[in-house]
């Protein structure tokens, strides 16, 4: 029917972020338990510095099951999912049944995978059900201003994610590049000087991720 | 009937209505879950002639209804000449003052009813209630056919079952009927309501706007949706999921912050349909439900094709002494609960809970109607494999647009307890499939 309400807009838009924080999130898990292994098996804590979150974690195993599973850690990937599935849920109606489905499907295989001995599997199963989510967005949903609104989200995410790990600056600029295309395609209403601020920031040196992280985080307004 | 291949594939069904976030709410020890609503693959099949009979049957009970709803808040005259009591109207919870004298748009109160029917063992159809305010449902067996047609599509090839993927065109078509001028909404009470996942799915298969009470706003006597950018686009129909009393806080209860301000007058002007009209609860009511045949004669000057239950009204002196007399042989139902809740079955109770029970029976003989248990036929369910049979009942669905119309399926419940006789979702029953023979 084309028209969205204040509230379905901000559910679409953190639908974007949450998924986006669950791919990228449990990606750079595997890398770490990866290291975690036989090479480096403290990398839990440099995994939670760069992410700046707190290492609440006291070994290896604790980090590998609570972040991954742990329903009151507010930081865990399953946290984020959850967070996903619940503003996902509320959309049947302007994404359709087929999108959420597969966010649903992140949700089994994360239970399913809470007693696997090898966690990467089942996150490859999440990883490829993100991947799903939003390959049917872009074939599924007509409303060209939702999947606006939807990768909007997905970008600023993935942006606040990128300067945390200080990438480097072909991917921040890429990052703001796609960014900056996709808000201005949505009626978001967002602060077009901090977008200036954002492309001169990656053009400086050192750049200033911190800077980076907060004028994403700000960019949208309320 | 060829089954076989799709009770088969329960698990695959079961699977894929769990991926499609088939699900109910339910609150338990004030904490809100989500639980998948279990579906069994056999199904319910009621062949052609069956389903025509009942067919008839349902279209006359609602007209009946709508007429009665329709005098109650117009002329009264159905009180005026003595064929309900007043008492039975007026003191109903589910009559509303406020809706006296208002007139929905094309006359239509019971947009959708949702009819509660058994069949006994003597395959007499009887209905056990009517849902006339917001009977939900429907939902279920539509998506459940959609997958089992994936799952096991000789099944549908081989039987020839009526197609029932065409419940939401009936509805939109029904909605935009007495719609006055502007977009469909759903209103829902929010994602913490027990039927969300139904309401959701309507609106996605109506096409309609999906919408809690805080995106609509009432401004110069028309009701608006109000987009993200600020443009306001006027609503001209709203297929409420939330009850009467939490419509609007300025005509009902003042507390409700679910619904929204002066829609009520909106309604009263005509400038927004109401599916369905606030205050038909007055028609569903367990006590009215004793009067159904007679309105059905009064109105329509037909006989009550479909049955009730036998039931007897504590209310009337006669009544309560066949109840007193009768006691251990009925079941009793409180009037103001639903849900399968405030059902006693008097042989099931203590010598303490009797007589407590009878004291309150004489004490308020008006909340209580007594009914005569129905031996109603069981029908088979799968368990770890194995068909055992079970109690269920049949919710038929009629929607009322120009005429009434009875969707060739229904959603057929089934307590999973092989004790009980409560079919009810949110006490632990499943559901099935409806099919109705097409020849």
């Known amino acids: 029917m084309g028209i969205i309400s204040v509230e379905n807009s901000d559910r679409l838009f953190w639908l974007g972020r949450y998924s986006e924080r669950v791919y990228t999130s449990a990606r750079l898990f595997a890398d770490s338990f990866d290291k975690m292994i036989d090479m480096d098996l403290e990398n839990y804590e440099v995994f939670c510095a760069q992410l700046d979150i707190p290492n609440i974690y006291c070994s290896k195993e604790d980090f590998c099951r609570r972040y991954i599973h742990d329903e009151n850690d507010p930081n865990s990937i399953y946290s984020n999912l959850m967070r996903a599935y619940d503003n996902a849920v509320v959309l049947r109606n302007e994404i359709g049944s087929e999108p959420i489905a597969y966010i649903q499907l992140c949700v089994y295989a994360m239970k399913r995978n809470r007693t696997a001995s090898a966690p990467i599997v089942g996150l490859q199963k999440i990883v490829d059900n993100i991947l799903a989510f939003w390959g049917i967005v872009d074939d599924m949903i007509e409303n060209e201003n939702i999947r606006n609104i939807i990768k909007t989200g997905k970008r600023i995410e993935r942006l606040d994610l990128y300067g945390r790990l200080q990438a480097d600056r072909e991917s921040i600029n890429r990052e703001i590049h796609r960014l900056a295309g996709r808000i201005a395609k949505t009626n978001l209403h967002y602060d077009e000087d901090k977008l200036d601020k954002l492309r001169g920031l990656a053009e400086q040196d050192p750049i200033d991720y911190d800077e980076i992280v907060a004028l994403a985080d700000t960019l949208r307004k309320d | ?439």
């Open chain 2, 1 to 439: 009937m060829k089954d076989f291949e799709l009770t088969r594939q329960s698990e695959t069904v079961n699977e894929l209505l769990a991926r499609y976030g088939v699900k109910f709410g339910i609150y338990k020890n004030h904490e809100f879950k989500e639980q998948l609503f279990p579906f069994d693959t056999i199904p319910r099949v009621i062949e052609k002639e069956e389903f025509a009979y009942l067919e008839k049957g349902l279209k006359q009970r609602v007209m009946a209804l709508n007429c009665f709803i329709k005098d109650i808040y117009g002329e009264k005259k159905i009180i005026k000449d003595k064929v309900v009591p007043e008492e039975f109207v007026y003191i109903s919870s589910g009559y509303l003052a406020a809706c006296d004298g208002v007139v929905p748009p094309k006359g239509v109160y019971t947009h959708i009813a949702g009819i509660d029917l058994v069949q006994g063992k003597n395959k007499e159809w009887y209905v056990l209630e009517d849902n006339l305010r917001v009977p939900s449902g429907a939902s279920y067996p539509m998506i459940a056919r959609e997958i089992c047609r994936r799952s096991s599509p000789d099944t549908f090839e081989s039987n020839c079952i009526e197609d029932n993927r065409y419940y939401t065109k009936l509805l939109r078509w029904m909605m935009d009927y007495v719609n006055t001028g502007g977009h469909t909404v759903i209103l829902t009470p929010g994602r913490y309501n027990a039927a969300y996942f139904e309401h959701s799915y309507f609106a996605e298969k109506t096409g309609a706007h999906l919408a809690t009470g805080s995106e609509l706003t009432v401004e110069d006597d028309y009701l608006y949706f109000v987009d993200y950018s600020g443009r306001k686009e006027k609503v001209g129909a709203v297929y409420r999921r939330i009850s009467d009393e939490y419509l609007d806080p300025m005509t009902f209860n003042e507390e409700s912050v679910i619904g929204i301000p002066n829609i009520y007058d909106v309604y009263r002007k005509g400038h927004v349909a109401l599916i369905n009209a606030p205050g038909n609860g007055v028609a569903d009511d367990k006590g009215i439900y004793y009067f159904v045949p007679k309105m059905i004669s009064y109105y329509l000057g037909e006989d009550a094709i479909l049955q009730n239950a036998p039931t007897y009204l504590p209310f009337y002196e006669e009544d309560r002494k066949y109840v007193l007399e009768h006691f251990d042989e009925l079941v009793l139902k409180d009037v103001a609960e639903a849900g399968g809740y405030g059902v006693v079955f008097a042989n099931k109770m203590t010598a303490q809970e009797k007589e407590d029970f009878l004291n309150l029976l004489q004490k308020e003989p008006r909340r209580f109607i007594a009914q005569e248990v129905i031996d109603f036929m069981d029908i088979d369910i799968l368990e770890d494999g194995v068909r055992k049979p079970r109690k269920a009942d049949l919710r038929a669905f009629v929607l009322m647009a120009d005429e009434p119309m009875v969707w060739k399926s229904g959603l057929t419940r089934f307590s999973r307890n092989p004790d009980s006789f409560i079919v009810n979702s949110s006490q632990g029953g499943g559901f099935k499939d409806t099919w109705v023979l097409s020849r």
